[in-house]
């Protein structure tokens, strides 16, 4: 694809982008003298123009150290256990990672409810002091997306 790294990257973090749109519930015209596109206006382009949200893809991950940060991870079920591990292995002091995903939406031919990157971390991580995990019985989309996710 053609562009930098926020352009390659704008289709995979559109539902982010969606979910800070409907969070926030303003759309704010474009500061004066500045053009901003139908596909790419948004509250939250604000923040990534002074770089409070930056966009990484996985590949560049590998052999860094990210201290002092708040990662989200997305989708975090359709991740293999060797990539989430490679993901949560670059924590640096004083970060915080969430995961978010649902084990049974996954969409990678490889993996099912318990081998799926999410659901690994659960296991393993489980009962330590510095762990966390909230698990949501009712889906908030929507009833058909629920009634969707339960009978297909």
Do not use: C
Request: no cysteine; hydrophobic share 35%.
């Amino acid at each position: 694809m053609p562009g930098d790294v926020q352009e390659k990257m704008h289709p995979w973090m559109q539902p982010i982008f969606d979910n800070l749109d409907f969070i926030s519930q303003t759309k704010r015209p474009a500061p004066q003298g500045k053009k901003r596109s139908a596909r790419t206006f948004s509250p939250y382009q604000d923040l990534l123009d002074i770089g409070m949200i930056q966009v990484e893809p996985l590949t560049y991950i590998r052999g860094r150290s990210i201290p002092k940060q708040y990662i989200i991870v997305d989708e975090a079920q359709n991740l293999t256990q060797h990539k989430i591990k490679t993901i949560i292995t670059r924590a640096g002091e004083g970060i915080k990672i969430v995961l978010t995903g649902d084990p049974y939406q996954i969409d990678h031919p490889y993996l099912d409810l318990s081998s799926n990157g999410l659901s690994y971390v659960v296991q393993k991580m489980k009962g330590e002091k510095i762990f966390g995990y909230i698990f949501l019985e009712k889906g908030e989309r929507s009833l058909l997306a629920e009634l969707a996710s339960e009978r297909l």
